[in-house]
């Protein structure tokens, strides 16, 4: 089936400590890729997307992610968390052949420790 | 200024009722989107509309009913509330229509507690 998967439900890093978040998807043909960010009570914010070209993608507040074809994966990543980075993370798919809906996977929370 | 804004941010209210949630953006986009994001924290599409024209309906009762008067606005409308009606209800713009090359910017939701 197809699907968007964050098997990361709950991440815990400490504050400074380098950041991994998981996103992988299903579908035929290499779709748009996108991470949103939701912070308590809050919309969704862009942080970052990918249409093709390099596949390392920068966006705001320092995050970055790597598009790899070979395992249908879009992680994120970030050098050094700040403690602002907790909060809830939505990876995003867009398949092309389904126009212009987004398909999203469950989240993952991410908690910093001081 | 507030680019997608949601009218109210909480909505409690009995089962049976009907109600309205108001979506408004100042992006000058052309489409709008409704998204349902359910206590697991699934986000899943609704509606899309361009340009006041609905080109998404995914399978969704129709007690659910979007309404565009114009190109800004974009309100859904929730006939015969249910238990599982409870959510959070996010709305969206972007400026592409026919693909996703443009960014979508969401409202900051409106929970809806069906009691």
């Known amino acids: 089936a197809q699907s968007v998967t964050q098997p990361d439900i709950h991440i815990t890093v400490s504050e400074g400590a380098s950041l991994e978040l998981r996103c992988n998807y299903s579908?035929?043909?290499?779709?748009?890729l996108f991470w949103y960010v939701q912070s308590p009570g809050q919309g969704l914010q862009l942080l970052l997307k990918?249409?093709?070209?390099?596949?390392l993608v920068q966006g705001i507040k320092g995050f970055e992610a790597e598009f790899k074809r070979s395992q249908s994966s879009f992680n994120l990543r970030k050098p050094s968390v700040h403690w602002s980075d907790a909060a809830e993370y939505f990876c995003?798919?867009?398949?092309?052949?389904?126009?212009?809906?987004?398909?999203f996977g469950a989240g993952t929370i991410l908690r910093v420790k001081s | 200024d507030t680019a997608v804004s949601q009218t109210p941010k909480y909505l409690v209210t009995q089962m049976g009722n009907d109600k309205s949630i108001k979506c408004e953006q100042n992006?000058?986009?052309?489409?709008m989107y409704w998204y349902k994001q359910d206590s697991k924290k699934f986000l899943k599409i609704m509606f899309s509309?361009?340009?006041?024209?609905?080109?998404i309906n995914e399978t969704v009762p129709n007690r659910f009913s979007p309404k565009s008067p114009d190109k800004a606005h974009l309100n859904l409308h929730i006939n015969s509330l249910e238990l599982g009606d409870s959510a959070v209800y996010f709305c969206?713009?972007?400026?592409?229509?026919?693909?996703?090359?443009?960014?979508?910017?969401f409202g900051p939701g409106t929970r809806l507690t069906v009691l």
């Open positions: 969206a713009s972007s400026q592409d229509p026919g693909g996703l090359t443009d960014t979508q910017y």
């Open positions: 579908y035929g043909a290499t779709p748009y």
């Open positions: 990918y249409f093709s070209g390099d596949t």
């Open positions: 995003a798919v867009g398949p092309k052949e389904y126009g212009n809906k987004l398909v």
């Open positions: 992006l000058g986009h052309d489409t």
């Open positions: 509309y361009n340009n006041k024209e609905l080109i």
